[in-house]
T-cell receptor, first 114, second 115 residues
Framework: DADVTQTPRNRITKTGKRIMLECSQT?????MYWYRQDPGLGLRLIYY???????NKGEISDGYSVSRQAQAKFSLSLESAIPNQTALYFC?????????????FGDGTRLSIL | GDSVTQMEGPVTLSEEAFLTINCTYT??????LFWYVQYPGEGLQLLLK?????DKGSNKGFEATYRKETTSFHLEKGSVQVSDSAVYFC??????????????FGQGTILTVHP
């Protein structure tokens, strides 16, 4: 079983719809992250959470919200989807510690907004 | 702010060729540096890392040395295989302030290796 699981893997929806992407992890890590990947732009951080009661905006949080339901679960919502939110979305986790702690990624959710 | 710049891709090589993917960074402090690899249809996987100047990270025949004087972390492999075809990302993580623990990625370099 994957350590970081994202659902759904693919989603096609229409402009204006509310969408939730879910992430769960079995690694026991405190820290969780949401990124989006666009061609030629690498990965950009949307939100991150260093523990259940800690939620922080990343560099591109506008139009997104998150919920940390438990240590193992971190969901990303698009309240009213728009076409330029079409992208590949990744959840990641990391352990506490110094900056040398690597992040562990799920396999991604491919989201298309028509 | 912090940033990472990778060489433009895509890179196309024949099997057993030497690989270099350049990566330079801008940071106000002393970051940890990473290379991640993304195979088709998958998430990113850590390939190697270095946490201080002059450290060399290595894994699966890949190497990269943390060069503080040139702010670089170039990825190298002496003999690539078809199975190395993937997208490679350089990234940094800062030590303090509001950036602590967060990764900043380069734009990624697509590598294709032909038999």
């Amino acid at each position: 079983d994957a350590d970081v699981t994202q659902t759904p893997r693919n989603r096609i929806t229409k402009t204006g719809k509310r969408i939730m992407l879910e992430c769960s992890q079995t690694k026991g890590h405190d820290r969780m992250y949401w990124y989006r990947q666009d061609p030629g732009l690498g990965l950009r951080l949307i939100y991150y959470s260093f523990d259940v009661k800690d939620i922080n905006k990343g560099e591109i949080s506008d139009g997104y919200s998150v919920s940390r339901q438990a240590q193992a679960k971190f969901s990303l919502s698009l309240e009213s989807a728009i076409p330029n939110q079409t992208a590949l979305y990744f959840c990641a986790t990391s352990a506490r510690g110094g900056t040398g702690q690597p992040q562990h990624f799920g396999d991604g959710t491919r989201l298309s907004i028509l | 702010g912090d940033s990472v710049t990778q060489m433009e891709g895509p890179v196309t090589l024949s099997e057993e060729a030497f690989l270099t993917i350049n990566c330079t960074y801008t940071a106000t402090g002393y970051p940890s540096l990473f290379w991640y690899v993304q195979y088709p249809g998958e998430g990113l996987q850590l390939l190697l890392k270095a946490t201080k100047a002059d450290d060399k990270g290595s894994n699966k025949g890949f190497e990269a040395t943390y060069r503080k004087e040139t702010t670089s972390f170039h990825l190298e492999k002496g003999s690539v295989q078809v199975s190395d075809s993937a997208v490679y990302f350089c990234a940094l993580s800062m030590t303090g302030g509001t950036s602590y623990g967060k990764l900043t990625f380069g734009q990624g370099t697509i590598l294709t290796v032909h038999p």
